[in-house]
């Protein structure tokens, strides 16, 4: 696969399961307001918003086509779930910013058709396009885990590592699109510090 230009360079350090975090079996504990923010069902872009007050804005750093999933070109950086997305998909990448501060970077996968139904405003936060159609969805969170990145590091202005999540957005049984976040450390303004010591 084709590494964009804007890619970030995430370089995984560890990743998890929801529930293997929970029971404390992660090299790294999250602290129960960084749980909420990051394992609850809520919209990031409006736990965003609430915490600084802030409007979300959306600076849009590509949107590009990819083919069908496939292991050998995808490799193990991409969430095994994009292959639950049918044919031709389409990659989105986009930093969230409030005020300015950006608080994340984040990238979604779509299939070519649901894009083109579902994301009419690409500078829009994707929560704000579905809910403008009353879309009903079901989010699941699949992986929580930390990451290094030059690129984050020099954007959100903080050292390294930062908290990743990625998960599924179901519309009527099927899986609509798949994304991942990364937040800034500029969140421990408002969350308190992200990380505590196992117990």
């Not at 600076?59 to 990819?66: K, N, R, S, T, V």
């Not at 969430?79 to 994340?104: F, H, I």
């Not at 936060?125 to 009903?136: F, K, Q, T, Y």
């Amino acid at each position: 696969m084709a590494i964009c230009k804007t890619d970030p360079g995430l370089l995984f350090l560890w990743t998890a399961s929801p529930s293997r975090v929970l029971a404390g079996e992660a090299p790294v504990q999250l602290s129960p307001s960084w749980r909420l923010m990051l394992m609850g069902d809520g919209s990031p872009t409006g736990h965003l918003q609430l915490l600084t007050g802030h409007s979300v804005e959306v600076d849009l750093i590509a949107m590009e086509g990819q083919p069908p999933y496939s292991p050998l070109q995808y490799g193990t950086e991409v969430p095994a779930e994009v292959k639950e997305l049918s044919g031709s998909l389409l990659r989105r990448q986009v930093w969230l910013r409030c005020g300015q501060k950006t608080l994340m970077w984040a990238e979604s996968w779509w299939n070519h058709q649901d894009a083109q139904n579902h994301l009419h405003d690409l500078r829009q936060p994707i929560w704000a396009s579905l809910g403008r159609d009353r879309v009903e969805l079901f989010r699941e969170v699949d992986g929580l885990g930390q990451v290094q990145s030059r690129a984050l590091e020099r954007r959100f202005a903080a050292a390294n590592p930062f908290w990743c999540r990625h998960y599924r957005f179901f519309k009527g049984g099927r899986v609509l699109t798949v994304i991942r976040e990364v937040f800034s450390p500029a969140l421990e303004t408002y969350l308190g510090p992200s990380s505590m010591v196992p117990s």
